[in-house]
Nanobody, 124 residues
């Protein structure tokens, strides 16, 4: 079992920055992929970014590439998401997830463990 707890959401003005953190506990293997997804009211959950727990490859949605950066904090067993140049369209609930199975990192269907989510609101 893997437990994920997100933190760091909040309200920020357009152009501002926020850092989200996902603290992981339980048995986490180097083969796992950690991802961030977001979901706005009335919309489907969409992929934002992912990183291999082993610290190698990263994957970004086109909408956030160049503005968001994912990283691992080995000391804290956490994955962080630095979000810069935020836009009102980034407003959503942000969810951390862990994928244990082989397959694309872009689909939420392949992620087995999810955090409770943290709200990010960007005002214009």
């Amino acid at each position: 079992q893997v437990q994920l707890v997100e933190s760091g959401g909040g309200l920020v003005q357009a152009g501002g920055s926020l850092t989200l953190s996902c603290a992981a506990s339980g048995r986490i293997f180097s083969s796992y992929v950690m991802g961030w997804f977001r979901q706005a009211p009335g919309k489907e959950r969409e992929f934002v970014v992912a990183i291999h727990w082993s610290g190698g490859s990263t994957y970004y949605a086109d909408s956030v590439e160049g503005r968001f950066t994912i990283s691992r904090d080995n000391a804290k067993n956490a994955v962080n998401l630095q979000m810069n140049s935020l836009k009102p369209e980034d407003t959503a609930g942000y969810y951390c997830a862990a994928k244990t199975r082989y397959g694309t990192s872009y689909s939420p269907l392949l992620y087995d463990y999810w955090g409770q989510g943290t709200q990010v609101t960007v005002s214009s």
